[in-house]
């Protein structure tokens, strides 16, 4: 049948929990709360985007989307993450597939840009760049990158939404 992506179903939540939860167990620069954060963020409707990439009904990824504030005012700007591949199946482009459909999402909904931290190597395929000017408190500025659908990016600093701070 193949992988596609759809949006979450409130059907979803567990096992979006599960494979995050999984997806990030091992990952050394994670503090392993992944999956709070995602459900903090959606009862907090803060969750703008968040989609699943499926095979045989079986969730195998998922990717979350939420506003970020910027301290210059900017608004419209958005942050990429956590997004998790179920660990049997990472490698697969799974995680390229939910970036690429998140980020056709905020375009059609009228997004200034997005950000993220992580692998400039990966992100940077996807158009994600750093961005002098613009940065994340206590984050390495070569770890945090922004991606703009149409004016110059801002600047100042970026503050994701409290529901980050979830630990459980």
Known sequence: MGITVRKERPTDTDAIGRLTEAAFRDHPH??????????????????????????????????????????SGATGWYGLGPISALPSRQC?????MLIGCALTELKGIGAAGCVVLGDPGFYGRFGF????????????????????????????????????????
């Open 30 to 71: 994670s503090n392993h709360t992944e999956q709070f954060i995602i459900d903090a963020l959606r009862r907090c409707d803060r969750l703008t985007i968040s989609l699943v990439a499926v095979d045989g009904g079986a969730i195998l990824g998922h990717v979350a989307v939420s506003p970020v504030t910027i301290s």
């Open 92 to 96: 697969e482009g799974i995680g390229s």
């Open 129 to 168: 760049e750093v961005r002098p000017g613009l940065d994340l408190r206590g984050a390495p500025a070569e770890y945090f990158q922004a991606i703009s659908f149409g004016a110059d990016p801002p600047t100042g600093s970026v503050c994701y939404h409290e529901a980050f701070g979830a630990t459980a």
